[in-house]
T-cell receptor, first 115, second 109 residues
């Protein structure tokens, strides 16, 4: 069964550094998402992306975050200047279409540790 | 998305059925009910979803009340690998899942 893959599985970075988290969505999917989960807390929506544009974003997704689909397969999340509070699991997801009748398929996440 | 209410935790014995309840009394007529689960150290995993009729797939069954104000996820025969946090989510056309705290299912051997 096709799956969403994320790399790296664990990223350690120093405060103030830039990080790029990478995702390969399922190949025929058109909608892409990033979520995050701080340790012990709920899974939180960050951003959705379709047709090379951001569709929706949450309040968490401020100017230090950006997303890109640089080629036909990768979907990336960049954090420009990391803060300690950015430490979390970051999950990428994709879905074949938009709408309430379309499940999301998640990757297993990248654990980001900011020191 | 309409707010959903789930018990914080439930326990089950291995190889017995499990019924996980969810209340969504403010659900709108076009919101689908989705269930996801999150195994330890993994990303959320889609389980099942439905609108009005009961639904079955290889993982579980979803029973939706006639008034749609509640639903129940049914695992027909719990295994140790089913121990996870189960999320009931009311999803609208925005396609943005809003996760709550979910129900932590513990399965005893």
């Amino acid at each position: 069964e096709p799956e969403v893959t994320q790399t790296p599985s664990h990223q350690v970075t120093q405060m103030g550094q830039e990080v790029i988290l990478r995702c390969v969505p399922i190949s025929n999917h058109l909608y892409f998402y990033w979520y995050r989960q701080i340790l012990g807390q709920k899974v939180e929506f960050l951003v959705s992306f379709y047709n090379n544009e951001i569709s929706e974003k949450s309040e968490i997704f401020d100017d230090q975050f950006s997303v890109e689909r640089p080629d036909g397969s990768n979907f990336t999340l960049k954090i420009r200047s990391t803060k300690l509070e950015d430490s979390a699991m970051y999950f990428c997801a994709s879905s074949p279409r938009r709408g309430e009748n379309s499940p999301l398929h998640f990757g297993n996440g990248t654990r980001l540790t900011v020191t | 998305d309409a707010k959903t209410t789930q018990p914080n935790s439930m326990e089950s014995n291995e190889e017995e059925p499990v019924h996980l309840p969810c209340n969504h009394s403010t659900i709108s007529g076009t919101d689908y009910i989705h269930w996801y689960r999150q195994l330890p150290s993994q990303g959320p995993e889609y389980v099942i979803h439905g609108l009005t009729s009961n639904v079955n797939n290889r993982m579980a069954s979803l029973a939706i009340a006639e008034d749609r104000k509640s639903s129940t996820l049914i695992l027909h025969r719990a295994t140790l690998r089913d121990a996870a946090v189960y999320y009931c989510i009311s999803m609208n056309a925005g396609n943005m899942l809003t996760f709550g705290g979910g129900t932590r299912l513990m399965v005893k051997p």
